[in-house]
């Protein structure tokens, strides 16, 4: 580069093209990380195809802890995909409880505007169900 104009684009273009091969090669290592995780998720939704893996879904204390339990010694369907998220790692237990604190607000200001004489829903509604 022998004049000004050549000199600032040859700066331009190294700098755009060391930001473009940086993030090639932060890619292409994030792809075994990546195809971990999988396989790790995979063998993990493979143990709980075995009934011990159930059973102890089914003993496990997480679901009491957070309040989200329904019956005891028995796995809802929602009970056994938030069991699956948390073995996931794809949430944790102080996002659930977040979220619970929140429909609870949720549901409390519905309650509150429909009133409590007002059981137009066979007798009222569960404490897990939002009714309008």
């Known amino acids: 580069p022998t004049t000004n104009a050549s000199k600032w684009f040859t700066i331009f273009y190294m700098i755009i093209g060391t930001v473009m091969v940086a993030r090639s090669v932060t890619f292409i290592a994030s792809i075994p990380l990546s ?7 995979q ?24 309040g989200l339990r329904e019956v005891k010694n028995d796995l809802s369907k929602a009970e056994f995909v938030i069991q699956m998220l948390l073995l996931l ?39 897990d169900t939002i009714c309008f």
């Open 35 to 41: 195809m971990r995780r999988l396989r790790m998720q």
């Open 43 to 66: 063998d993990v939704l493979a143990q709980t195809e075995d009934l011990e893996a159930v059973h102890r879904l089914i003993k496990a204390d997480t679901l009491d802890r957070l």
């Open 89 to 127: 790692d794809s949430v944790n237990e102080r996002e659930l409880t977040s979220c619970c604190r929140h429909y609870d607000r949720i549901a409390s200001g519905i309650m509150m505007q429909q009133g409590d004489g007002d059981m137009e829903h066979g007798g009222g509604p569960r404490d």
